[in-house]
């Protein structure tokens, strides 16, 4: 099997279900945001020293995949495929560790300017791709396009979860933090 079909070539690519839409489509755009995402985390993992925060950034992993997955249906047709689902779980999942990072960093005082550590930076950089997510899961939802609700509840979970351990990280390699000094 080749992996390029020519299929997309003209801008267009199908759904699962069948359904072709503009590769611009917003549910395009979600998807592959959320695919970005994924892909960052993985290049934040391979950062990390943590054996716990690697294993945590793993079942992330495929827990994008599952979000992946449910945004690149047709909401409007049956699919022949078994889509897994995300559960409250996998929130409680991310809450928990993120309580657990709480115990041991230092109260926040002001804002933090992003930096300070390698794996650190790229944690935020995941941040922010993961609040775009968010922000194009809420979108897709409010254009009446179908998404369930725990979608946008995990994407915003996580992007909460990738902060706290962006910080737990330069915490734990002893990495100043760098507050935020408005100019006055």
């Given amino acids: ?3 390029y079909t020519k299929t997309g070539d003209k801008g267009s690519t199908s759904l699962i279900g069948g359904t072709k839409v503009s590769k611009a489509h ?3 755009e979600a998807y592959g945001t ?3 995402l994924n892909s960052y985390i993985g290049l934040c993992r391979d950062h990390i020293n943590d054996a716990d925060s690697r294993a945590v950034l793993l079942e992330t992993q495929d827990r994008l995949f599952t979000v992946g997955s449910a945004l690149a249906c047709d909401p409007e ?3 022949k495929l078994k ?3 995300l559960h409250e779980e996998d929130i409680t999942l ?5 309580d657990k990072m709480h115990e041991v960093l230092p109260p926040m005082k002001s804002f933090i300017l992003p930096g300070g550590l390698i794996a650190a930076s790229h944690l935020h950089v995941a941040r922010c791709v993961c609040r775009r997510a968010e922000r194009q899961v809420v979108r897709l939802s409010e254009e009446s396009h179908e998404v369930e609700i725990i979608i946008q509840k995990y994407l915003n979970r996580l992007s909460d979860y990738l ?7 330069a915490f ?3 990495a100043e933090e760098i507050p935020w000094k408005p100019r006055v």
């Fill in 1 to 3: 099997m080749k992996i």
């Fill in 77 to 79: 047709k049956e699919t």
């Fill in 172 to 174: 734990l390699e002893k």
């Fill in 83 to 85: 889509i897994p689902d």
């Fill in 34 to 36: 959320v695919d970005e």
């Fill in 163 to 169: 902060f706290v351990l962006a910080r737990y990280v």
């Fill in 94 to 98: 991310l809450e928990k560790a993120i």
């Fill in 26 to 28: 917003l549910r395009i």
